[in-house]
């Protein structure tokens, strides 16, 4: 099977998003290419990863950019969210000014969406801004994370607080690594794709229905899911670059889903991102029934979708106690997506058809909440 | 005397520098305009200083803002180059964040350039970037650092290192609060304005040569000198944002400039920016004479005028011991504008008449930085 090229247009930022089987093994010529530097052979390439992904694809990776006499800079984080850290960054940081890359050389980030964040964010502030290239492992980091140029760390205040907009020179999404991704890893990913059916592409959400179990398995269904995935994320990113607008509803499932994160302290053995993600879809669908904007049936549909590939849907799925409604509302009010005390939620009027709510009552949130966890006490 | 105002357009950023005296006791007005914020009473304002210019000043600004009911978050950081470190920025950000400032509040630094380049940073990559104004209380924040939008911070690897283009809403440059700045750092700043008379402004050199002395007092000719530099500087890098070509001009001095600040390990009891940068552009000044581009005259002709003011321009009138050639060429080679071990250096071809020397040969270099040495000892 031949690889897909999406060509992302971002202002003056003009990149390519590569996708199909065994591109790892095809790394050199798609990075020479999109770096179109002068001399490879100078050229210096710190490929940031994390010990899961070492110990695994690392190997292959080095093999073929050094058959291809391509210098590179191995630095190897600990797998998992707490590498999202101003300490690690500034590790990060300071070896890659340590082997003295320059401009024009290349920071990679060859992982999931914790080392594209965290590595995008290093490349984006190294001398003002490095050349950089995503190379993601996951599949959350393929359909989503790796696109539309997010990049930046946790804070003790909240997710994703400190950080930049930054573009990659290229994405290079190799769909045969997925294969060697644990089961519930490519469960949350699975999530996202579903939630771009759920903003505005209704058929595709029904194709999904038909098709999802296939995507878990690798081959064409696979690819076409994640081209697919990164067209509808690109054409929203592309119209609101830094998240002025219409980008928010990306947002989908994200702002009950971040209160959870943050509530579950970033617990991975309680809750990953893209399970918050999916619990808080059916929160979203659930609060906008609640509004009288959606009719139950919709709720059960997706929660049915997502429990038939092994996602969690509802918060007693989430291991352990949760805390009380006052105070995930608090958790709410400091995420960034929150303009001056007026909540905005990512509400749906039906089947794809979400949108952005502003100046959504703190009350009403609030005995949503109530109910919610009643319902598991 | 009224205030003048320079509307810089950079990109799809455009944004005013206000120059003029007292502006601080009409800072509000300014802040709201250039903000253009629905609710002020809701907006609040981290402003950022130091402990020096806190003591002196803060009190007057945040009379000002209190008296027209904008919330103030005051953070104070220690006075100097250290506070450009990582450690600070962490301090700096947390504090912004625990004080819950969204992304359309806003960052103000109020103080020189040190202040400038870490609140800037810090506002850059908060919430992936809120707004920002510069209050440059120095000579040298006000000609120079305040403009263009580089921020950010110092590593152990060199002098910023790591940072961020980031433009302001906009600069409000109180020229009477320079009556307060130390003749030292006052001197300091005039080494920059003297440098845009260097790169291709014979005439204003030349103006400078008659008037410089008047700039020392507070009046229309001090105005006029601000809104000459900031029109010099604005106009070059509206031609490159990012530094990519023209703008590395403004570097005139500060690749030997900041190799002395380096060797001398920021120490400001040796040496201080702007000092660096007058004795960077004397070096530029005689090598540029030993690669016969210029007559060794001019070089007497611009020592001349430091000199006539007070800054240094020699190698030894740096007190204490710096390290040999080789070590010097060492710290030159880490500067970011080094590409590809191909030396960088901003040479002149007469009063006026700069431009950008790529591939100087190192050897040249070597040559040069040990005869300057031997003249010392």
Known sequence: ????????????????????????????LHIKHSLQHNDFHQMRLAIVTDTNVASIHLNTLQAELIKNKINIVPIIVEAGEQSKSF????????????????????????GGGVIGDLAGFAASIIRRGMNFIQIPTTLLAQIDSSVGGKTGINSQYGKNL??????????????????????????????????????????????????????????????????????????????????????ALLNLGHTFGHMLETATTY????????????????????????????????????????KAVGLPTQLKDIPGNLPDAEALMALLTQDKKVSQNNLTFILTRGLGQSFIAKNVPPDAVLSFLKQKLTEIR
């Open 162 to 247: 400190i950080g930049a907009f930054y573009q990659p020179q290229c994405v290079i999404s190799d769909t045969c690594i997925l294969d060697t991704l644990p089961l519930r890893e490519f469960r949350a990913g699975y999530a996202e794709i579903v939630k771009y059916g759920l903003i505005n592409q209704p058929n595709f959400f029904e194709w999904l229905e038909k098709n999802g179990r296939e995507i878990f398995s690798n081959g064409p269904i696979r690819t076409k899911a994640i081209v697919r995935s990164c067209q509808f994320k690109t054409a929203i990113v592309a119209q609101d670059e830094h998240e002025t607008g219409e980008r």
């Open 1 to 28: 099977m031949q690889a897909k090229t999406i060509t992302v247009k971002l202002g003056k930022h003009c990149y390519d998003i590569i996708i199909g089987p065994n591109l790892i093994t095809q790394a050199a």
């Open 267 to 306: 617990d991975s053995k309680r809750l990953i991102h893209g399970e918050a993600v999916a619990i808080g879809m059916v929160l979203a669908h659930q609060f906008s029934a609640q509004l009288n904007l959606i009719n139950s049936t919709l709720i059960y549909r997706i929660e049915a979708h997502l």
């Open 87 to 110: 300490s690690t960054l500034q590790i990060v940081i300071n070896e890659i000014l340590a082997a003295r890359l320059e401009r024009g050389d290349c920071v990679i980030a060859f």
